[in-house]
Every structure is written in C-alpha cells, then in structure tokens.
C-alpha cells in the first residue's frame, strides 16, 4: 500500500506513472493531478481512492470500496480485450471515456457525474444488478452504432436528456422531457415484441390504437416518481410497416400498461420512413414503443395535396374523403422547407364523409422567380392539429401589374391590392361606372387594403393610379 501511495504523490506532482496492476487492500490511494496509466488491473478495496487526474485503464476494474460522487478526475477504459468493472461497491468518476473495440462489460454499476464520451466499443449493462449512472447534468458525446449502451442507464435530474442505449448492433435512442424525477429514470432498449394487450382509451387519447411495432421497445421505469414526455423515434430499423396510411398523423406513442395499449399522443416530426413522436405529459410509465391509430380516426382523411404555379402566385387545392369535427385549415408557406408561416385560412365542412375539395390562392409571391413549399395545418374545433406532407411550387413570375387578394372576396373581408409600381390611388367601381365608396389603407409603397364592408356582390373594379398610369383590375364579391 505504502508504495501506491508514494506513486499516486509523484504523479500528482503534474508528471505520468505506469503501473503493471495496482492492488489497494487498505488506506487512501491518492491522484492529484497528471496522469495514472495502468497497464492491467485496478483492484481497490478499502480505504479511500482519490483521483484528482487522469487515469487510463487497459485491465480490469475491482471496486469493493465505498466512494463518494466525484467532481474532478477522468477515467478511460482502453483495453485491446473486454474489459470488466466489478466488485462491491459503484464506482464513481467525473468523466468516463469508453474507447474499446472489445467492449466493456459492466458487472457492478459506475456513475458519471460530468461526462461520457463513446469513441469506440459497446457498453454491456444487461446485467440486472449493474448499470451505467449519469447525474443532473452529465452529458453524453460520440455516442453511435459501434459505441452505445447495451441495457440500461440510469439519468438522474429533469430536463431534456437522449439516452444513449441500443442492442449492441445499433444505437436506438428513446428522449425523455421530465419536469419531475425524484430518485432517477431507468431505461433500457430491446428488439423484440413486448407483449400483445387489448387496444384501450384510458391514455392520453382517448382514440384507441390499431397496430403497435412487434420489433423493438423501451422499457421506462422509475426509480421513484416521475412526469414528462417520451419521445419515441423510428427509422429504418426494426420498423415493420404497421400501417396502409400515408399520413403522419397516425403515428402515436404506444404505451403498454396494465394489459392494456394506450395511446399516449401526439405530434409527429419527420416523415413516413424516419422521425419521432413525442407524447403528451404522461406520470405512469412501462414499455413504450410507435403506435398507430385508424386513418377514419383523424379529425380530417386527406387524400390529396398539391400546388401548381401560375406566372407569379400558387393555386394550393387538397380534397379530404372524411371530416370529423373539423374546424378549418391553414395554408402555410416556406422558402426553406423548415421554417413555416400562416398564410391564409380555408373554413372546414366539419363533418362529412364526401369527398371534399379545397381551393386557395396564393397571390402575395410577388414578381420574383422562386421556390416556395406549401403545407396544410388541419384544426380540429377542440383545437387539436395535424399537418399534411410539404409540397413545393417554382413560381415563374409575370410581367401582371397589379395582383388582388382574396379574389373572389367576401363582401364583410378586407382585400389585398398588390402592385409592382407605388399606388397612388386605388379605388372601387361598379360595372355601370360608378364609383362605390370604400375604406382604404396604404400598408406599404406598392399594398393597400380595401374594406368592403356593406359592398354589395357582384362583379367591381379596382382602379389604381400608378407611376406607369391607370390600371383597372376585375374583383368578384361573392
């Protein structure tokens, strides 16, 4: 013991020490600062380790004594063979770096208060009596196929955390969003069936599931109390087709409780062959994996969707099969495909099982050649909402003067009047050539608003004076 001792005291001096194997079998072992490689075994029992440095292991670990959380020092597990961590007692470090082809196999649990970084080998933790620990704030780096946890971490802390699990072939990572987790969150992924149960209402959602992925699963359990959201992801692994829909919004978080299928919600990212789900604030927690629901169960059965361009605007048209309390539909638009904006509302039939087409005009591109992408928000009148697949348009622009819009108008509305030259006057006409009185609002150089309130229908039209003259443009008021 005496020589470890003395050891540990040069390295702390800033310098770096080999060892064969060290065997602590009583007193304190102590790093502060440098650099302890040990080219075996590291086998404490007793006592006290501190390290205060750095310290490579290519051997084995023995831990039969009792350590406290540590908030300095590093260990790397760097062995050429598969390398162990056993004993007694948990190991505590502030960073752990895994960089073994052969992997680690963890026979007594380890505790990571600031960091791991995955470079190389796979984590066996499927021993039920061990896993791998992170703290509140750890975090997780280089985690991949070739480098991930095979069985289960444990995360302690709220907050958004990706955990780092898979089967030891492929890295599947299942997201937790906590707001309460008082002693810690358990999880562990496997690629098999969980189990059938009956299709329930009792979730989150009260629409049962139909069908839930028989491949893979993540079994959640808590070490104490916990609430939050899970994130399911899928891709192409392990992911059987569970449904005939090509809507995203079927897509649910399954949740197997008590015998029974729940769905969990709610809003899907991604597309039909990779994304995640992330399900409402749930407080009971079990296997979860991707579920699906019946397309008849969506607030609205799209079946088409699609935008065509016309010299400088878009003619955005979708036709539904079946509407279930539907409130109406947002057109929103994009120049990256990513980031979205409302741009006009289309009021829904709300209930119907007839085939239902729906026409919106986009006539606020303006005369510039460009790709735009389009997307459909469907509201339900509870406020709940589903997305339709992006589609994109290149619009060609024109040499129009003047674009008008909403055209057809409703008489109560305010129309847009676009031009490409300053307006410096636009008013209303009727067919008999008299001018109808209404409100107008200069909003920027080349737009005005038109309120045609107590406008009666019928056929109008707008007459502006322009740098380049007077244009007269046709405006229908339904």
């Known amino acids: 013991m005496k020589f470890i001792y003395i050891l540990t005291l040069l390295v702390g001096l800033g310098g770096n020490a080999l060892a064969q194997g060290i065997s602590s079998v009583a007193g304190t072992v102590i790093l502060k600062g440098g650099s302890l490689r040990v080219k075996g075994d590291l086998r404490l029992s007793g006592g006290a380790f501190v390290n205060d440095g750095h310290v490579f292991v290519s051997g084995n670990i023995v831990n039969n004594q009792a350590m406290t ?40 649990s380890i505790k990571v208060g600031g960091k791991i970084t995955f470079l190389n080998g796979i984590v066996d933790a499927s021993n039920n009596s061990a896993t791998l620990v992170l703290g509140d704030t750890a975090l997780v780096t280089g985690v991949s196929d070739a480098s991930h946890v095979n069985g289960s971490v444990i995360k302690t802390g709220i907050g958004n955390f990706l955990y780092p699990v898979g089967d030891g072939v492929r890295y599947q990572p299942v997201a937790l969003d906590l707001t309460e ?85 709610d809003k899907v990212t991604g597309d039909l062959m990779s994304g995640h789900v992330t399900s409402k604030v749930i407080s009971s927690w079990s296997p979860f994996t991707l579920g699906v629901i019946p397309e008849v169960r969506l607030p609205v059965t799209l079946v088409s969707f699609h935008a ?21 539909f947002e057109v929103e638009r994009s120049s990256d495909a990513k980031n979205f904006e409302k741009i006009g509302t289309v009021a829904a039939v709300g209930n119907s099982t007839a085939w239902q087409t729906y026409l919106f005009t986009d006539l606020t591109l303006g005369n510039q050649s460009r790709t735009v992408y389009y997307r459909l928000r469907s509201v339900d009148r509870d406020g709940t909402f589903s997305f339709s697949r992006s589609v994109s348009v290149q619009t060609k622009g024109s040499g129009q003067l003047v674009n008008v819009y909403p ?72």
């Open 407 to 478: 055209n057809p108008a409703r008489k109560v509305s305010v129309v847009t009047v676009m031009s490409r030259v300053s307006a410096n006057e636009v008013s209303l006409w009727d067919m008999f050539g008299r001018q109808v009185p209404v409100r107008t609002e200069l909003t920027s150089d080349t737009s005005v608003k038109v309120n045609l309130h107590g406008v009666a229908s019928g056929v109008y039209f707008l007459k502006l004076t322009t740098n380049e003259g007077v244009v007269n443009h046709k405006l229908v008021v339904e």
């Open 308 to 328: 065509k361009a016309i010299e400088s605007s878009a003619l955005i048209e979708w036709e539904t099969v079946s509407e279930t309390n539907a409130s109406h």
């Open 69 to 108: 959380e540590a908030d300095k020092g590093s260990l790397t597990l760097d062995g050429t063979a598969s390398q162990t961590i056993s004993g007694t007692e948990p190991y505590f470090t502030r960073f752990l770096t895994v960089n073994n082809a052969g992997g680690v196999v963890l026979g007594n």
């Open 181 to 265: 987790n008082s002693a810690g969150m358990s999880v562990r992924y496997f690629a098999e069936d969980v189990g059938a149960g009956s299709f329930a209402t009792t979730g989150a959602s009260n629409i049962a599931l139909e069908a839930y992925n028989k491949e893979e699963y993540w079994d959640l359990v808590p070490k104490g109390t916990a609430t939050g959201k899970v994130v399911i992801r899928y891709d192409n692994y392990n992911n059987p087709s569970i449904t005939t829909s090509d809507s995203l919004n079927v897509f649910k978080v399954a949740h197997l409780r008590n015998g029974d299928w729940l769905n969990e919600g």
